[in-house]
């Protein structure tokens, strides 16, 4: 297993366009997290996926936010319209099913909105 | 939401042990402690984690209070490669996400 992978790694765009990233967990891992970690902060709640449903959404989460997860597997964020303040680091984790498993995060996807 | 709360750095010399606090009084019964720590330009990644009892693994001992008000991570003999920012979290009440704060920069020193 090559652990959770996410892609792209960097993202450079101009303000109001669009951009998806993608996020493979560990195969067999039901639960998915996307966490979003500006400079000098820790990681910040996102959204949270149990199999394909998407049972948790942060206030951060604003309406140009969304996120799938078809099929229960990989998963993708959206950013519609993107703003400066979007530019940070969205790193994608997974875990068992299991209460109290850790989770295993990816090296994220650093986006840049210039 | 459990709130944790942990200095913002320490440092340490290499090969010295090394105990990193965290405060969280307002844990309930039931929620672990979870450690995870964030090497730069790299995902968290999971250290530790405890219920009442002290945990050892390969990376690190956890030290829980009888009161579980506090915690500390224990590293036996830091490396260089342990320089990192050092989160004590638990689990949003909801009990789906892991609520980061700020951490603890550690700072490890030949």
């Known amino acids: 297993d090559t652990g959770v992978s996410q892609n792209p790694r960097h993202k450079i765009t101009k303000r109001g366009q669009n951009v998806t990233f993608r996020c493979d967990p560990i195969s067999e891992h039901n639960r998915l997290y996307w966490y979003r970690q500006t400079l000098g902060q820790g990681p910040e709640f996102l ?4 199999n394909e449903a998407q049972l948790e959404k ?7 936010f969304s996120a799938e997860r078809p099929k229960g597997s990989f998963s993708t964020l959206e950013i519609q319209r993107t703003e400066q303040g979007d530019s940070a680091m969205y790193l994608c984790a997974s875990s068992s099913i299991r209460k109290n498993t850790e989770a295993f995060f990816g090296q994220g996807t650093r986006l840049t909105v210039v | 939401d459990a709130k944790t709360t942990q200095p913002n750095s320490m440092e340490s010399n290499e090969e010295e042990p090394v105990h990193l606090p965290c405060n969280h ?22 250290v530790i984690h405890g219920l009442t009892s002290n945990v050892n693994n390969r990376m690190a001992s956890l030290a829980i209070a009888e009161d ?31 609520n980061f704060g700020k951490g603890t920069s550690l700072l490890v020193t030949p």
């Open chain 2, 68 to 98: 579980r008000k506090s915690s500390t991570l224990i590293l036996h003999r830091a490396t260089l490669r342990d320089a990192a920012v050092y989160y004590c979290i638990s689990y949003s009440n909801s009990g789906y996400a892991l």
């Open chain 1, 58 to 64: 942060s206030r951060l989460l604003s309406d140009r």
């Open chain 1, 47 to 50: 959204t949270y996926f149990q």
């Open chain 2, 25 to 46: 009084s307002t844990i309930s019964g039931t929620d672990y402690i979870h450690w995870y720590r964030q090497l730069p330009s790299q995902g968290p990644e999971y």
